[in-house]
Each structure stands twice: as structure tokens, then as C-alpha cells.
């Protein structure tokens, strides 16, 4: 197992009410709004 991996950026499927606690914890969205199982959902991400 090579644990030299090195990650860069974090993705998450937010829940459109969760969506401003990721903007303030220096998250950005990406594209549109899907839906999963009828529930609002915004694909985000953060770079470490």
C-alpha cells in the first residue's frame, strides 16, 4: 500500500441546508443544484 499519497482537495454533495455552513468553512460550489432521492444537493469543494 503506498501511503505517499498526497490529497489536495476535498468534494462533498451538500445539502441545499448545509450549503452556507461550506461557504463558511472556505468551501466553493460547483455547477448546479441535482437532486438525490427528491433533496436539493450542490456539489462542493475545498483545496487544502
Do not use: W
Not at 451538500?14 to 456539489?43: C, H, Q, T, W
Amino acid at each position: 500500500m503506498n501511503l505517499d499519497v498526497v490529497f489536495r482537495t476535498i468534494y462533498c454533495h451538500a445539502r441545499d441546508s448545509a450549503v452556507n455552513f461550506y461557504l463558511k468553512n472556505g468551501y466553493m460550489a460547483e455547477g448546479n443544484y441535482f437532486d438525490e432521492d427528491n433533496i436539493p444537493y450542490l456539489k462542493m469543494r475545498k483545496k487544502l
